[in-house]
């Protein structure tokens, strides 16, 4: 094969979509696209723009849950989610969990909060102390309210329940990544009468929270929690540019659709046209209608942007062979 | 082991099981010191199994043959060794220093190659999950013939596979709009005045309820499998099985 | 065996090789200790960025055309760098791996400190604490026991009990006899829960309470076999076998197509609608850690 | 909190009475395959001997009632049909053992049906454990040879290999050389799966818990997978349609299995295929219906005791 479909421009048909620049390219400008709308809405709101942010009723009964806990004297738990390792879910409940803690440190009520795994309790640890001291409270921090329980799911629900059941906690937060265990959790909260606020990144768990617990939060407003606690510039601007992406994605979603509708209309008109000429012999019609099929392919249409063609799978390509690595060598002998 | 002695282990083993089945769902009557006990054993077994499968699992394989290199039995090296692997022992160690007053910042090092890790993981996979998903929104929502509304069975295959009726122009756009209608609940950053689009947000609500609705049908589904599991467990491989020597 | 820098032959010198880089490994210990409160910040997210930066590199430069790494050469500049990239991909997954797995221990070191401190100081329930650690410390032990009999003698078939010595079986007791049994039974919790939790709860108290009830219960009924089938021969013989309008309107209403339509057209959308908006909330959380904007991801 | 109705502990009680009491009782249920669990019964059964499957198996004890019957099931097609498979896992670190506590299950039944027993090594190997699921599934599908390629295991002679070196690995070079990707899991391994394998333009599968099957079913509609199965009632779809096929008229001209979803027939696998499914699936039956009974009763109270508020104001 010539070497100038090797290049990473090639848009040889045969080649088409063997490398990302060459179908794939809309895609990867689409992820690109959201990470333009977020860091320029992330400068925007730094630079003192005053962005708005909607009323999300879940989250204002975050105050009023610790309040409740500390006028009984009993302590809030809050479980920052099963993520293992920690990812961007963990860190974002452990940071609604610092603005709990903050109120907590504030009326010096106890805290205890329970980490699925190793790394999520380092990093659970640390923010925690870090938010008693920029509250002005280090001496309030007790470290062993942020606990390891265990790194097994149901080890963790096991455990979580029995910690609910002998501390009595007037309060729960369940935020963050969460499994079945969800509805245990739920379930053993609710029986010893806490006031829970729930929001789970998975979409099923979410039934069961809205069942059991008195405020949930669903999918995305999870991620709005924070801005929305904070109002933190930078939080707020990316959920500017987030809502940005989802409005384009909107408007992309409903063209195509029209796009859609007008192709498909064609498409039934000519395929009635051809059955009508060819009604009386069935091979011939199928013939027909393959062909037409092809030409329909080839046009223009915005799911064949998204939906890149793949290249043959027995697409060989030919090069010089490498030389043995050296460590390998021994392999062959 | 011999035969009998098997079958006696057997017998004790699913014995135990039955026990700590039992007393951990002892909790549902009450919170109280049988289930305390089992819910510690359960902690700890489960502890010090990912103490030993951290090693024999993973770490063994992935690390140390790397770093050690292989050498058969018979004297031949299959593996060279990788010595720059010792590296991550420094940066593993970093994450222990959170219990050290002065030094707590260090933890966030290996934190950091974790979750920069990640985050880039993200940016990769975005378009493939999203954007096929993307690609299942966008149907047809006008009817291609509009005296059809719904399919009719004598109708040409070659036709039917085409013909876009009523009501599917109809189930089309309800998909749609339910996908959109979310889509748009989820918008943070407006105050919506205008009250078509009020509705239209609230219309979003609802048709989440549907949708959770249907994810709650499956799930019980699912949940009630494993209490049959379990209670098979108990009265068919326990007790018919083991202890009565039935079926 | 041709020796490079970085493998070495193990019957070698790569013991010298481990020896040196244990020691560069703790002079950067050190140093990293010694950095200054002010290059602190910048520093982690130096490596925070490095660590991203690869992924994104790896995403972004365009890769070479059915390209087999191991056996055949690059052509040109832009396919070196993505060869370089592909071939590298798997040490660094295995970076992440091993440092996930090192953190472990972590985890233990922690619990070993609450429950030693509650012994030691004879706190309420303390006896509890003892039964934890006894349970680990004898997994760990028998484990390990096992493990090493199963390397010693790799001929011999260890899943066949015949062959199990005391720790073998002790490690299944403990392992499949109970820890397993445990996880189900902690799991089989959940359907208790949810009956009481349907009892309790799910009650058509708003619009919105009823809607989740309704799409519920269809759901249900089209799952149990012996429902659909019933209702479904009765819509078939309610059509009749007449290949009339009606008649194809009807056949529509089984519930098997009902439950299908309710799922491919609600539950489909509004799943991908949530998803999609937490995958752009993932996306932007990612960004701003990547690009060190959030407060957990550095110091 | 509002107390009142019937106690906790008698639900719980009905509950454990109906999930025990049907299990000594032998009922024939009717049943239509869902759409899914016959596209993936199609799937499978289009493998020719000799092909090679990608088989992960990110279960636990845990799920053992759902996922344990998807894993015997699709052992036992591919068993049956003489299709080579590779092993894997990367939910958790009991995945591996799990698994091959079922291969060795469907051996020992192969051998007492006088089949010959799946060898190791030959026709499957295992590829063990890898942490942190999205990470190794990535590294998977971007180089399986660097991915899989510290594993060792004993060749037929007892003498410990690369897996690569197996007959069953021979042409594999990348991910795109399996023929079929399939994930019996419990866990979030499908997003990833979708996220990194599915790009690469593989097959791919899922045999999923019954929480997940909304979730797959949207992956399903997208064309991002082929086929699944899901919850009990995959595990009974799939036990059914190896028994009796699809669409295949038995004696008296009736189709025991039929469905629209596919044209023509699909003959069934001779074998052992009854099991876990079409035990607990009558089972099921009963606490679900237990299940609409509480949720009944649950309305009717609180519908009476809105009357009596009403009648009192």
Same mark, same amino acid.
């Given at each position: 094969?010539?070497?100038?479909?090797?290049?990473?421009?090639?848009?040889?048909?045969?080649?088409?979509?063997?490398?990302?620049?060459?179908?794939?390219?809309?895609?990867?400008?689409?992820?690109?696209?959201?990470?333009?709308?977020?860091?320029?809405?992330?400068?925007?709101?730094?630079?003192?723009?005053?962005?708005?942010?909607?009323? /999300?009723?879940?989250?204002? @009964?975050?105050?009023?849950?610790?309040?409740?806990?500390?006028?009984?004297?009993?302590?809030?738990?809050?479980?920052?989610?099963?993520?293992?390792?920690?990812?961007? *879910?963990?860190?974002?409940?452990?940071?609604?969990?610092?603005?709990?803690?903050?109120?907590?440190?504030?009326?010096?009520?106890?805290?205890?909060?329970?980490?699925?795994?190793?790394?999520?309790? *380092?990093?659970?640890?640390?923010?925690?102390?870090? *938010?008693?001291?920029?509250?002005?409270?280090?001496?309030?921090?007790?470290?062993?309210?942020?606990?390891?329980?265990?790194?097994?799911?149901?080890?963790? #629900? @096991?455990?979580?329940?029995?910690?609910?059941?002998?501390?009595?906690?007037?309060?729960?937060?369940?935020?963050?990544?969460?499994?079945?265990?969800?509805?245990?959790?739920?379930?053993?909260?609710?029986?010893?009468?806490?006031?829970?606020?729930?929001?789970?990144?998975?979409?099923?768990?979410?039934?069961?929270?809205?069942?059991?617990?008195?405020?949930?939060?669903?999918?995305?407003?999870?991620?709005?929690?924070?801005?929305?606690?904070?109002?933190?510039?930078?939080?707020?601007?990316?959920?500017?540019?987030?809502?940005?992406?989802?409005?384009?994605?909107?408007?992309?979603?409903?063209?195509?659709?029209?796009? #859609?509708?007008?192709?498909?209309?064609?498409?039934?008109?000519?395929?009635?046209?051809?059955?009508?000429?060819?009604?009386?012999?069935?091979?011939?019609?199928?013939?027909?209608?393959?062909?037409?099929?092809?030409?329909?392919?080839?046009?223009?249409?915005?799911?064949?942007?998204?939906?890149?063609?793949?290249?043959?799978?027995?697409?060989? /390509?030919?090069?010089?062979?490498?030389?043995?690595?050296?460590?390998?060598?021994?392999?062959?002998? | 082991?011999?035969?009998?002695?098997?079958?006696?282990?057997?017998?004790?083993?699913?014995?135990?099981?039955?026990?700590?089945?039992?007393?951990?769902?002892?909790?549902?009557?009450?919170?109280?010191?049988?289930?305390?006990?089992?819910?510690? =054993?359960?902690? $700890?077994?489960?502890?010090?199994?990912?103490?030993?499968?951290?090693?024999?699992?993973?770490?063994?394989?992935?690390?140390?043959?790397?770093?050690?290199?292989?050498?058969?039995?018979?004297?031949?090296?299959?593996?060279?060794?990788?010595?720059?692997? =010792?590296?991550?022992?420094?940066?593993?160690?970093?994450?222990?220093?959170?219990?050290?007053?002065?030094?707590?910042?260090?933890?966030?090092?290996?934190?950091?190659?974790?979750?920069? =890790?990640?985050?880039?993981?993200?940016?990769?996979?975005?378009?493939?999950?999203? $954007?096929?998903?993307?690609?299942?929104?966008?149907?047809?929502?006008?009817?291609?013939?509009?005296?059809?509304?719904?399919?009719?069975?004598?109708?040409?295959?070659?036709?039917?596979?085409?013909?876009?009726?009523?009501?599917?122009?109809?189930?089309?756009?309800?998909?749609?709009?339910?996908?959109?209608?979310?889509?748009?609940?989820?918008?943070?950053?407006?105050?919506?005045?205008?009250?078509?689009?009020?509705?239209?947000?609230?219309?979003?609500?609802?048709?989440?309820?549907?949708?959770? $609705?249907?994810?709650?049908?499956?799930?019980?589904?699912?949940?009630?499998?494993?209490?049959?599991?379990?209670?098979?467990?108990?009265?068919?491989?326990?007790?018919?099985?083991?202890?009565?020597?039935?079926? | 065996?041709?020796?490079?820098?970085?493998?070495?032959?193990?019957?070698?010198?790569?013991? %010298?090789?481990?020896?040196?880089?244990?020691?560069?490994?703790?002079?950067?210990?050190?140093?990293? %200790?010694?950095?200054?409160?002010?290059?602190?910040?910048?520093?982690?997210?130096?490596?925070?960025?490095?660590?991203?930066?690869? %992924?994104?590199?790896?995403?972004?430069?365009?890769?070479?055309?059915?390209?087999?790494?191991?056996?055949?050469?690059?052509?040109?500049?832009? +396919?070196?760098?993505?060869?370089?990239?592909?071939?590298?991909?798997?040490?660094?997954?295995?970076?992440?791996?091993?440092?996930?797995?090192?953190?472990?221990?972590?985890?233990?070191?922690?619990?070993?400190?609450?429950?030693? &401190?509650?012994?030691?100081?004879?706190?309420?329930?303390?006896?509890?604490?003892?039964?934890?650690?006894?349970?680990?410390?004898? %997994?760990?032990?028998?484990?390990?026991?096992?493990?090493?009999?199963?390397?010693? +003698?790799?001929?011999?078939?260890?899943?066949?009990?015949?062959?199990?010595?005391?720790?073998?079986?002790?490690?299944?007791?403990?392992?499949?006899?109970?820890?397993?049994?445990?996880?189900?039974? &902690?799991?089989?919790?959940?359907?208790?829960?949810?009956?009481?939790?349907?009892?309790?709860?799910?009650?058509?108290?708003?619009?919105?309470?009823?809607?989740?009830?309704?799409?519920?219960?269809?759901?249900?009924?089209?799952? &149990?076999?012996?429902?659909?089938?019933?209702?479904?021969?009765?819509?078939?013989?309610?059509?009749?076998?007449?290949?009339?309008?009606?008649?194809?309107?009807?056949?529509?209403?089984?519930?098997? +197509?009902?439950?299908?339509?309710?799922?491919?057209?609600?539950?489909?959308?509004?799943?991908?609608?949530?998803?999609?908006?937490?995958?752009?909330?993932?996306?932007? &959380?990612?960004?701003?850690?990547?690009?060190?904007? +959030?407060?957990?991801?550095?110091? | 909190?509002?107390?009142?109705?019937?106690?906790?502990?008698?639900?719980?009680?009905?509950?454990?009475?109906?999930?025990?009491?049907?299990?000594?009782?032998?009922?024939?249920?009717?049943?239509?395959?869902?759409?899914?669990?016959?596209?993936?019964?199609?799937?499978?059964?289009?493998?020719?001997?000799?092909?090679?499957?990608?088989?992960?198996?990110?279960?636990?004890?845990?799920?053992?009632?759902?996922?344990?019957?998807?894993?015997?099931?699709?052992?036992?097609?591919?068993?049956?049909?003489?299709?080579?498979?590779?092993?894997?896992?990367?939910?958790?670190?009991?995945?591996?053992?799990?698994?091959?506590?079922?291969?060795?299950? !469907?051996?020992?039944?192969?051998?007492?049906?006088?089949?010959?027993?799946?060898?190791?090594?030959?026709?499957?190997?295992?590829?063990?454990?890898?942490?942190?699921?999205?990470?190794?599934?990535?590294? !998977?599908?971007?180089?399986?040879?660097?991915?899989?390629?510290?594993?060792?295991?004993?060749?037929?002679?007892?003498?410990?290999?690369?897996?690569?070196?197996?007959?069953?690995?021979?042409?594999?070079?990348?991910?795109?050389?399996?023929?079929?990707?399939?994930?019996?899991?419990?866990?979030?391994?499908?997003?990833?799966?979708?996220?990194?394998?599915?790009?690469?333009? !593989?097959?791919?599968?899922?045999?999923?818990?019954? !929480?997940?099957?909304?979730?797959?079913?949207?992956?399903?509609?997208?064309?991002?997978?082929?086929?699944?199965?899901?919850?009990?009632?995959?595990?009974?779809?799939?036990?059914?349609?190896?028994?009796?096929?699809?669409?295949?008229?038995?004696?008296?001209?009736?189709?025991?299995?039929?469905?629209?979803?596919?044209?023509?027939?699909?003959?069934?696998?001779?074998?052992?295929?009854?099991?876990?499914?079409?035990?607990?699936?009558?089972?099921?039956?009963?606490?679900?219906?237990?299940?609409?009974?509480?949720?009944?009763?649950?309305?009717?109270?609180?519908?009476?005791?809105?009357?009596?508020?009403?009648?009192?104001?």
């Amino acid at each position: 094969m010539p070497e100038k479909q090797l290049g990473a421009w090639s848009l040889d048909s045969q080649l088409l979509g063997a490398n990302y620049w060459d179908v794939g390219w809309f895609g990867l400008l689409f992820t690109l696209m959201i990470i333009v709308f977020i860091v320029f809405n992330v400068k925007r709101a730094k630079k003192g723009d005053n962005l708005f942010i909607r009323r /999300i009723s879940g989250l204002n @009964a975050i105050d009023e849950a610790v309040g409740r806990a500390t006028e009984m004297g009993r302590p809030v738990l809050m479980v920052p989610g099963l993520s293992d390792p920690v990812n961007a *879910t963990a860190v974002q409940a452990i940071n609604i969990c610092a603005h709990v803690a903050k109120t907590a440190a504030k009326f010096s009520n106890p805290i205890i909060m329970c980490a699925y795994s190793a790394s999520m309790f *380092t990093l659970a640890q640390e923010v925690i102390r870090d *938010t008693y001291q920029s509250e002005g409270y280090p001496e309030r921090f007790d470290p062993d309210s942020v606990r390891f329980i265990s790194d097994r799911q149901f080890a963790f #629900a @096991a455990g979580v329940s029995g910690i609910i059941h002998r501390e009595q906690t007037a309060a729960a937060f369940f935020l963050g990544e969460f499994y079945a265990e969800s509805l245990i959790f739920a379930e053993t909260a609710n029986s010893i009468g806490a006031i829970q606020v729930a929001s789970s990144t998975e979409a099923t768990q979410t039934p069961f929270f809205i069942a059991a617990c008195d405020y949930v939060l669903i999918g995305d407003e999870f991620y709005a929690a924070s801005a929305y606690l904070t109002r933190d510039p930078i939080m707020v601007g990316s959920l500017v540019g987030q809502d940005w992406s989802k409005m384009t994605a909107i408007a992309f979603i409903a063209i195509g659709c029209l796009n #859609a509708s007008v192709m498909q209309c064609n498409i039934a008109a000519q395929t009635e046209e051809i059955y009508e000429t060819h009604k009386s012999n069935p091979k011939e019609l199928a013939d027909a209608l393959e062909d037409a099929q092809k030409l329909q392919k080839n046009n223009f249409s915005i799911p064949r942007l998204i939906k890149a063609d793949k290249p043959p799978k027995d697409l060989k /390509i030919d090069r010089e062979k490498a030389p043995e690595e050296p460590g390998k060598e021994a392999e062959t002998k | 082991m011999k035969p009998e002695q098997i079958e006696v282990y057997r017998t004790i083993a699913a014995g135990a099981g039955v026990l700590a089945t039992i007393g951990l769902l002892s909790v549902l009557y009450k919170e109280n010191k049988f289930y305390r006990v089992f819910e510690h =054993i359960f902690l $700890g077994l489960a502890a010090g199994w990912s103490a030993v499968a951290v090693w024999t699992e993973s770490l063994r394989e992935i690390w140390w043959d790397k770093l050690t290199g292989v050498v058969e039995t018979t004297g031949a090296v299959t593996e060279p060794g990788r010595w720059a692997y =010792i590296l991550l022992v420094p940066i593993g160690a970093m994450g222990y220093m959170v219990f050290s007053r002065k030094h707590n910042w260090m933890a966030k090092i290996p934190m950091g190659i974790l979750l920069g =890790i990640w985050s880039g993981l993200q940016i990769q996979s975005f378009w493939t999950v999203y $954007g096929p998903q993307m690609k299942q929104g966008m149907l047809p929502i006008i009817p291609t013939s509009f005296d059809k509304f719904i399919v009719r069975s004598d109708a040409p295959p070659e036709l039917a596979a085409v013909t876009i009726t009523w009501s599917q122009a109809i189930s089309n756009f309800l998909f749609v709009f339910t996908l959109l209608s979310v889509l748009s609940y989820f918008l943070f950053s407006f105050e919506v005045k205008n009250r078509a689009l009020k509705n239209f947000n609230v219309a979003g609500r609802y048709l989440l309820m549907i949708g959770f $609705g249907a994810i709650f049908g499956s799930t019980v589904m699912m949940r009630f499998s494993l209490v049959i599991d379990r209670m098979y467990f108990i009265w068919d491989e326990f007790l018919m099985k083991r202890i009565l020597h039935m079926g | 065996m041709n020796d490079t820098i970085w493998a070495r032959n193990p019957q070698g010198d790569l013991k %010298m090789f481990i020896g040196g880089g244990l020691i560069l490994g703790i002079v950067l210990f050190f140093g990293v %200790m010694q950095t200054p409160i002010q290059a602190r910040r910048p520093l982690v997210w130096l490596v925070t960025f490095l660590s991203g930066g690869f %992924m994104v590199a790896y995403t972004y430069w365009p890769k070479p055309i059915n390209f087999d790494a191991k056996t055949e050469l690059p052509k040109n500049g832009v +396919e070196t760098v993505g060869s370089f990239l592909q071939q590298s991909f798997g040490v660094v997954s295995s970076f992440v791996q091993i440092i996930a797995a090192f953190l472990l221990g972590l985890g233990i070191f922690s619990l070993l400190r609450i429950h030693l &401190m509650n012994i030691a100081r004879q706190k309420k329930d303390w006896v509890f604490s003892v039964i934890l650690l006894v349970s680990m410390l004898s %997994m760990i032990i028998f484990g390990y026991w096992d493990f090493m009999i199963r390397q010693g +003698e790799k001929a011999v078939d260890f899943d066949d009990p015949q062959f199990w010595r005391m720790p073998n079986m002790v490690r299944d007791f403990l392992f499949d006899g109970l820890l397993q049994q445990m996880d189900a039974a &902690m799991f089989s919790i959940i359907a208790f829960f949810i009956l009481s939790a349907a009892y309790r709860a799910f009650r058509a108290r708003s619009v919105e309470a009823t809607i989740l009830l309704g799409t519920a219960l269809l759901v249900i009924l089209s799952l &149990m076999g012996v429902v659909a089938g019933a209702w479904d021969d009765k819509v078939a013989a309610l059509a009749g076998d007449g290949k009339t309008g009606s008649a194809d309107f009807i056949m529509n209403f089984k519930i098997t +197509e009902v439950a299908g339509w309710l799922k491919n057209t609600f539950q489909t959308p509004a799943i991908t609608g949530i998803k999609f908006g937490i995958g752009l909330g993932t996306i932007s &959380m990612a960004l701003r850690i990547w690009l060190g904007l +959030e407060k957990g991801g550095k110091a | 909190m509002k107390k009142g109705g019937i106690p906790k502990f008698v639900i719980y009680a009905l509950l454990i009475a109906c999930c025990s009491i049907p299990l000594f009782f032998k009922i024939p249920i009717p049943n239509k395959p869902s759409d899914p669990s016959v596209d993936f019964y199609k799937t499978l059964s289009a493998l020719k001997e000799g092909d090679v499957v990608l088989l992960g198996s990110d279960w636990t004890g845990s799920t053992r009632g759902e996922s344990k019957g998807h894993m015997k099931a699709i052992l036992r097609t591919l068993m049956r049909k003489n299709v080579k498979f590779v092993i894997w896992s990367s939910a958790d670190p009991q995945s591996p053992r799990a698994a091959l506590d079922v291969i060795a299950e !469907v051996n020992a039944e192969r051998v007492a049906n006088k089949e010959e027993k799946f060898q190791r090594w030959t026709q499957w190997v295992s590829a063990g454990f890898y942490p942190n699921a999205d990470v190794a599934i990535n590294a !998977v599908a971007q180089d399986v040879r660097t991915a899989f390629g510290s594993r060792r295991e004993n060749d037929t002679n007892g003498v410990q290999q690369q897996i690569f070196k197996s007959p069953v690995m021979q042409k594999i070079k990348s991910v795109t050389d399996f023929d079929l990707v399939i994930d019996v899991t419990a866990s979030k391994t499908t997003d990833f799966h979708v996220q990194f394998i599915s790009a690469k333009n !593989v097959p791919l599968m899922f045999a999923v818990t019954g !929480v997940m099957v909304p979730e797959t079913q949207v992956f399903y509609n997208s064309n991002q997978i082929k086929g699944f199965i899901g919850g009990l009632k995959g595990v009974f779809d799939m036990e059914q349609m190896m028994e009796k096929g699809i669409n295949v008229k038995d004696a008296n001209g009736k189709i025991a299995v039929a469905s629209d979803k596919i044209s023509g027939e699909i003959a069934p696998l001779p074998g052992v295929s009854v099991g876990q499914g079409t035990k607990y699936y009558p089972t099921l039956h009963v606490a679900l219906l237990l299940m609409i009974i509480m949720i009944g009763i649950g309305n009717y109270e609180m519908i009476s005791a809105r009357k009596r508020q009403k009648g009192n104001g």
